[in-house]
């Protein structure tokens, strides 16, 4: 692509993810399934604006994965990693080993060479971290343990990869190698270790790693802050799209994914004092290059060889998402996960990965397949990758609520020994704050808290907490809910705060009911569930800060204190006020606008007049001072 034609495909591609992804959220059906569909629309087998093009176009977009691994790497601190290990060589290890394995058995009862079934059972134990990871962000579910798990098990097979590649050499036919030659790049590309027999590619692997972490370590570290020294933004921008561009270059010309490589270079730089900034200038190019890759997928899926073949490429995307299912869900059973988590993991990982492309690309080029078989296993993966948003709605959607979402094994629920005027759900940073308050008054309070780890955390700092799910009846029951005055839910799950007000208000209904908003829609919820007081997560913290920047400004104490009162007091109006509106947008803004434009007239008027007296009594800072300047006169 040169010139127009350049700029047509860029028009053409972003057009398609303008139309296409915002329909597709609308739909329910997410960011990644929506950028899917557009690449298949414009694709050459719909409405043909792209054609062999779109190769070069997924070459570029690769570039989407790559920075995502790398700002997956930063987010990784090596002292984290080791923490980890335990999920991530158990639950990757195994799932990698029992896919890689049955796979394999089942190339090999098809009749292939063992070389080729292995490395055919390798590539597909791989899952799409790009989808993955980025449908579970878009729906809040990564920090879940359903997220975290899968999480682990993806950072294993994107570590995984690199040993795979420096084997895919040793695995070469030698019919192959003697009908084509020795494996190579193909296409006419050459790399550092083209032609090296596969022992001394591996070594040339490893030693390039090796060369890598050390270079980040003492070269790339001090290299920044000098560039961050010039205090010029732009050079620091270019500076992490040249670490990343040029360590993926390296990575390409030793064979071996560039992903793979950055993703490295980020655990390298996590605990670098520039990781923010790197992630900061990265995080844009990630995003528009991640949706590109999407599309650029939807367009390569070859509908030409699927129409040819049908019964045999949906056997091969059949049973790949069969297989992977069967597997992860068996992983999380060894975990012990609970049937909804293990349901949503298992969806999540059953498809195959963007790694898959390069493998059988690298594996065609070494001589370890031919392209006979590479090619319906990389249209079975597409498929695959595009049916993931699909699935794992239709688990959301059709699947769990019928199966139920709570744990199948999960802990039961404390015995509770006591009954309390005031009963507090959640006991994490905000709960936590109330109870101790309550608690310096002589208010004791009934804690209930369903995080079984943090109950255990706070019984070893000597807090008395009890385990279990505050939106059921009968542990409200058994916690003294018909003797209680109040009733305050603390915890960060919007969806479960609701279920707890609704079923205190309809089993006990004299509770008064102070619930923690997180944000004005879940505020008009919980106002429309009958809560008696609600609190903004943020409101208090933020207006703290409020008072004391315009108390480092000059504002006197009285003055900055008074508008706070103020603005709390016209902040809770106006949630009332709104929530009536909320369901009309018009109306909603301009009684907004009214209520912005009233706070501010107010508070301006008492700047006319301020009486400077009353700011002299609450300035505590001078009243410090008048009297250690007493003291020192007195002892003097």
Same mark, same amino acid.
């Given at each position: 692509? $040169?010139? %127009?034609?350049? #700029?047509?495909?860029?028009?053409?591609?972003?057009?398609?993810?303008?139309?296409?992804?915002?329909?597709?959220?609308?739909?329910?059906?997410?960011? @990644?399934?929506?950028?899917?569909?557009?690449?298949?629309?414009?694709?050459?087998?719909?409405?043909?604006?792209?054609?062999?093009?779109?190769?070069?176009?997924? $070459? &570029?977009?690769?570039?989407?994965?790559?920075?995502?691994?790398?700002?997956?790497?930063?987010?990784?601190?090596?002292?984290?990693?080791?923490?980890?290990?335990?999920?991530?060589?158990?639950?990757?290890?195994?799932?990698?080993?029992?896919?890689?394995?049955?796979?394999?058995?089942?190339?090999?009862?098809? *009749?292939?060479?063992?070389?080729?079934?292995?490395?055919?059972?390798?590539?597909?134990?791989?899952?799409?971290?790009?989808?993955?990871?980025?449908?579970? !962000?878009?729906?809040?579910?990564?920090?879940?343990?359903?997220?975290?798990?899968?999480?682990?098990?993806?950072?294993?097979?994107?570590?995984?990869? /690199?040993?795979?590649?420096?084997? #895919?050499?040793?695995?070469?036919?030698?019919?192959?190698?003697?009908?084509?030659?020795?494996?190579?790049?193909?296409?006419?590309?050459?790399?550092?270790?083209?032609?090296?027999?596969?022992? +001394?590619?591996?070594?040339?692997?490893?030693?390039?790693?090796?060369?890598?972490?050390?270079?980040? =370590?003492?070269?790339?570290?001090?290299?920044?802050?000098?560039?961050?020294?010039?205090?010029?933004?732009?050079?620091?921008? +270019?500076?992490?799209?040249?670490?990343?561009? *040029?360590?993926?270059?390296?990575?390409?010309?030793?064979?071996?994914?560039?992903?793979?490589?950055? &993703?490295?270079?980020? @655990?390298?730089?996590?605990?670098?004092?520039?990781?923010? %900034?790197?992630?900061?200038?990265?995080?844009?190019?990630?995003?528009?290059?991640?949706?590109? #890759?999407?599309?650029?997928?939807?367009?390569? /899926?070859? &509908?030409?060889?699927?129409?040819?073949?049908?019964?045999?490429?949906?056997?091969?995307?059949?049973?790949?998402?069969?297989?992977?299912?069967? @597997?992860?869900?068996?992983?999380?059973?060894?975990?012990?996960?609970?049937?909804?988590?293990?349901?949503?993991?298992?969806?999540?990982?059953?498809?195959?990965?963007? &790694?898959?492309?390069?493998?059988?690309?690298?594996?065609?080029?070494?001589?370890?397949?031919?392209?006979?078989?590479?090619?319906?296993?990389?249209?079975?993966?597409?498929?695959?990758?595009?049916?993931?948003?699909?699935?794992?709605?239709?688990?959301?959607?059709?699947?769990?609520?019928?199966?139920?979402?709570?744990?199948?094994?999960?802990?039961?629920?404390?015995?509770?020994?006591?009954?309390?005027?005031?009963?507090?759900?959640? #006991?994490?940073?905000?709960? !936590?704050?109330?109870?101790?308050?309550?608690?310096?008054?002589?208010?004791?309070?009934?804690?209930?808290?369903?995080?079984?780890?943090?109950?255990?955390?706070?019984?070893?700092?000597?807090?008395?907490?009890?385990?279990?799910?505050?939106?059921?009846?009968?542990?409200?029951?058994?916690?003294?809910?018909?003797?209680?005055?109040?009733? @305050?839910?603390?915890?960060?799950?919007?969806?479960?705060?609701? %279920?707890?007000?609704?079923?205190?208000?309809?089993?006990?209904?004299?509770?008064?009911?102070?619930?923690?908003?997180?944000?004005?829609?879940?505020?008009?919820?919980?106002?429309?569930?009958?809560?008696?007081?609600?609190?903004?997560?943020?409101?208090?913290?933020?207006?703290?800060?409020?008072?004391?920047?315009?108390?480092?400004?000059?504002?006197?104490?009285? $003055?900055?204190?008074?508008?706070?009162?103020?603005?709390?007091?016209?902040?809770?109006?106006?949630?009332?006020?709104?929530?009536?509106?909320? $369901?009309? =947008?018009?109306?909603?803004?301009?009684?907004? =606008?009214?209520?912005?434009?009233?706070?501010?007239?107010?508070?301006?008027?008492?700047?006319?007049?301020?009486?400077?007296?009353?700011?002299? +009594?609450?300035?505590?800072?001078?009243?410090?001072?008048?009297?250690?300047?007493?003291?020192?006169?007195?002892?003097?």
């Amino acid at each position: 692509m $040169h010139g %127009e034609g350049f #700029f047509i495909q860029a028009v053409v591609y972003l057009s398609a993810a303008v139309v296409a992804v915002p329909v597709a959220k609308r739909l329910g059906l997410g960011s @990644v399934l929506g950028y899917l569909l557009a690449g298949v629309i414009i694709g050459p087998f719909c409405l043909e604006l792209i054609g062999k093009e779109g190769q070069d176009v997924m $070459h &570029f977009a690769e570039f989407g994965v790559v920075m995502m691994l790398f700002l997956v790497g930063l987010e990784l601190q090596p002292s984290l990693l080791w923490r980890l290990r335990g999920p991530i060589l158990g639950m990757g290890g195994l799932q990698v080993g029992l896919t890689t394995g049955i796979a394999a058995a089942i190339a090999l009862g098809v *009749g292939l060479p063992w070389q080729s079934s292995l490395a055919i059972g390798m590539t597909l134990a791989l899952s799409s971290t790009a989808i993955v990871l980025q449908t579970l !962000s878009e729906k809040d579910l990564l920090k879940t343990d359903a997220g975290q798990s899968g999480f682990s098990i993806l950072l294993f097979q994107d570590i995984a990869v /690199i040993p795979m590649l420096a084997l #895919f050499p040793l695995l070469a036919l030698p019919a192959l190698q003697a009908a084509g030659g020795s494996g190579g790049s193909g296409g006419g590309n050459t790399t550092w270790v083209s032609g090296l027999p596969g022992w +001394a590619h591996t070594l040339t692997v490893l030693g390039v790693m090796a060369g890598m972490i050390g270079a980040g =370590r003492v070269l790339v570290r001090p290299a920044l802050r000098i560039i961050a020294s010039t205090r010029l933004r732009e050079v620091f921008t +270019a500076a992490a799209l040249l670490l990343v561009i *040029g360590i993926a270059l390296v990575m390409t010309k030793i064979g071996l994914s560039p992903a793979l490589g950055t &993703f490295v270079a980020g @655990v390298v730089l996590a605990d670098s004092e520039y990781r923010h %900034e790197l992630e900061g200038d990265v995080e844009p190019f990630k995003g528009l290059l991640l949706g590109l #890759f999407f599309v650029a997928v939807g367009a390569s /899926i070859d &509908f030409r060889l699927i129409l040819s073949s049908p019964g045999l490429i949906l056997g091969l995307v059949a049973a790949l998402i069969a297989v992977k299912l069967a @597997v992860v869900f068996f992983v999380g059973r060894v975990f012990k996960m609970g049937l909804d988590q293990n349901m949503l993991l298992a969806v999540s990982l059953a498809q195959g990965g963007e &790694f898959a492309f390069v493998l059988f690309s690298f594996a065609t080029q070494q001589k370890v397949l031919t392209s006979q078989v590479a090619a319906p296993l990389v249209a079975a993966v597409a498929l695959s990758m595009a049916l993931t948003p699909l699935m794992m709605m239709l688990n959301e959607k059709l699947l769990l609520p019928r199966l139920g979402t709570r744990d199948a094994v999960a802990r039961e629920a404390d015995a509770i020994d006591e009954e309390r005027p005031v009963i507090i759900a959640g #006991f994490g940073r905000f709960g !936590s704050v109330v109870g101790r308050l309550l608690q310096a008054n002589d208010i004791r309070a009934t804690v209930l808290e369903y995080d079984s780890a943090q109950v255990e955390l706070l019984r070893k700092l000597g807090l008395k907490v009890f385990y279990g799910d505050a939106s059921r009846a009968d542990l409200l029951s058994a916690a003294g809910a018909a003797n209680a005055k109040l009733l @305050v839910l603390a915890t960060d799950d919007p969806e479960k705060i609701l %279920e707890m007000v609704h079923t205190a208000r309809k089993h006990w209904p004299h509770l008064m009911i102070f619930a923690r908003a997180l944000g004005r829609p879940h505020a008009y919820e919980l106002m429309d569930a009958g809560v008696d007081h609600v609190y903004l997560d943020t409101l208090d913290t933020s207006l703290r800060l409020g008072i004391d920047a315009l108390r480092e400004l000059g504002v006197g104490a009285y $003055h900055a204190h008074r508008s706070a009162r103020k603005f709390r007091r016209h902040d809770e109006e106006a949630m009332v006020d709104l929530a009536r509106l909320r $369901h009309d =947008r018009t109306a909603y803004v301009s009684r907004a =606008r009214e209520r912005i434009r009233d706070l501010e007239q107010t508070l301006l008027a008492e700047l006319d007049a301020p009486d400077h007296s009353l700011d002299e +009594a609450w300035d505590t800072t001078g009243i410090r001072k008048e009297l250690s300047f007493l003291q020192k006169t007195d002892s003097g």
